[in-house]
């Protein structure tokens, strides 16, 4: 049976209400496409734990979980995985890239413009038409 992956996203507005947008880089599984970034949940962690840590260690910077934006499921060929898209606010310093290829603020209104992975684009089109 398929392995199914538990993985959260962040959802990250800055004040000239633009998103971030992450480029998986071409040593990451699903390279070269767009994402929200974040990781896997590990085994005792809350979804708001995770994204935390995720972003601490991926971009360097610390951020507050608020709440789930979106939850996703979607079946890759070789696995499967449980989305939750969470909204969330910078607390300190500035997001970097360091295992992503590149970062982009982009307007909501133009995420479609992007190739993201697969799995994330209900929650983008769903970001581009939602009020939050
Ligand atoms: N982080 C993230 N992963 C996503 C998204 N959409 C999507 O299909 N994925 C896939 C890519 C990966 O196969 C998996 C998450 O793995 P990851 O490599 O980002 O997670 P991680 O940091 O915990 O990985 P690792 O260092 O333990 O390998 O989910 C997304 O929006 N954000």
């Known amino acids: 049976m398929r392995k ?3 993985v959260v996203a962040a959802i990250i507005e800055n004040e000239n209400h633009e998103i ?5 880089s071409p040593k990451m599984s699903i390279p070269n ?3 929200f970034p974040g990781g896997k949940i590990q085994e005792g962690e809350s979804p708001a734990q995770a994204i935390e840590r995720e972003i601490s260690e991926e971009l360097k910077c610390t951020i507050q979980a608020e709440k789930t934006f979106y939850q ?3 079946d890759y060929d070789a696995f499967s ?3 939750t898209a969470i909204l969330c606010t910078l607390t300190s310093g500035f997001p970097t890239a ?6 982009i603020w982009l307007k909501r209104e133009n995420l479609d413009s992007l ?14 038409k939602a009020v939050i």
């Not at 971030?20 to 998986?24: E, N, P």
């Not at 360091?98 to 970062?103: C, D, G, P």
């Not at 190739?115 to 581009?128: G, H, R």
């Open 4 to 6: 199914t992956l538990s």
């Open 20 to 24: 971030l947008c992450a480029l998986r």
């Open 33 to 35: 496409h767009w994402e």
């Open 72 to 74: 996703s499921h979607y």
């Open 81 to 83: 995985i449980d989305l």
């Open 98 to 103: 360091h295992e992503h290829s590149k970062l």
């Open 115 to 128: 190739k993201w992975a697969p799995a994330d684009v209900a929650t983008m089109e769903l970001l581009v």
